[in-house]
């Protein structure tokens, strides 16, 4: 090899190792954030929207780290083993760090700005069990937002209606109660019979919000109707998780009803 080819190598040889450990120091950062974000809210250091903030700049910074481990890339016939499997998990890291931002953001632009989702608009289910921890939490109302929220509900989430049943209010009841014992991820599942009303909570997974579900049967003609709501305690869009709820909800309540039917 000549003298050329010596200089021309080597300095090649330091790009691709300077880009590696660049890329590995920012991919940590990023993922120091990332998980610093919704651990702040929880523990009450700061408040969520801080801990969104957070998460935009560590998917920035985790950009930044991406960027340099592509560098790294096109050195790749030049790299150790060690810097190698560095790059490809600073890659695996920046992918993580960059999606949930990401993920996030392109669910608040396709769904309603509302978090209070409900099968009757007009007169929606109350709460009663939560509202000592609505109050600890400074949390969103209870009070319903009224037409404005109900025209974006109905027109992002047509299919979230009340279920009309044939049985009894007493039995329908029962159904109601059963499915959403069972449904995954419900908590602190409380009934009041004699009201014919249930309440239940649900956390997320990554930011641990909290969103609450009421749900009231009634009589309607010789059977029963049966209605749904589930309202966020925190912000102002619920990133569609409240429609989902209650969509998965009467889906699974309707299976039961004809199974009780039959």
Not at 88 to 110: D, E, F, G, N, S
Not at 211 to 226: L, T, W
Request: proline letters at 6%; aromatic letters at 10%.
């Amino acid at each position: 090899m000549t003298a050329n080819e010596t200089m021309a190598v080597r300095p090649s040889h330091h790009v691709g190792g300077f880009a590696t450990v660049g890329a590995c120091a920012l991919a940590l950062i990023a993922l120091g954030g990332f998980s610093a974000a919704p651990a702040g809210w929880r523990l009450g250091l700061w408040y969520y929207t801080v801990a969104f903030a957070i998460m935009r700049y560590a998917a920035y910074v985790a950009l930044i780290a991406a960027a340099s481990a592509c560098v790294a890339l096109f050195n790749w016939p030049r790299l150790s083993l060690w810097r190698r499997v560095a790059t490809l998990v600073t890659l695996a890291i920046a992918a993580i760090v960059i999606y949930v931002p990401w993920h996030y953001a392109r669910l608040a632009a396709t769904t309603p700005p509302i978090h209070d989702i409900t099968t009757d608009i007009v007169n929606p289910p109350p709460f009663w069990v939560v509202l000592p921890s609505r109050a600890e939490e400074n949390a969103n109302s209870v009070e319903y937002g009224g037409i404005a929220v109900a025209k974006l509900q109905q027109a992002a989430y047509p299919q979230i209606l009340p279920v009309m049943t044939t049985l009894p209010p007493r039995q329908a009841f029962g159904v109601a109660l059963a499915t959403a014992q069972a449904m995954p991820g419900w908590i602190d599942v409380v009934a009041e019979p004699e009201a014919w009303r249930i309440e239940a909570s649900q956390e997320s997974f990554w930011m641990r919000f909290t969103d609450d579900v009421s749900i009231r049967i009634s009589p309607h003609g010789a059977g029963s109707r049966i209605d749904v709501r589930s309202l966020s305690r925190q912000g102002r869009g619920d990133f569609g998780d409240n429609a989902a709820r209650v969509t998965a909800y009467l889906d699974a309540l309707k299976a039961r009803l004809a199974s009780a039917t039959h």
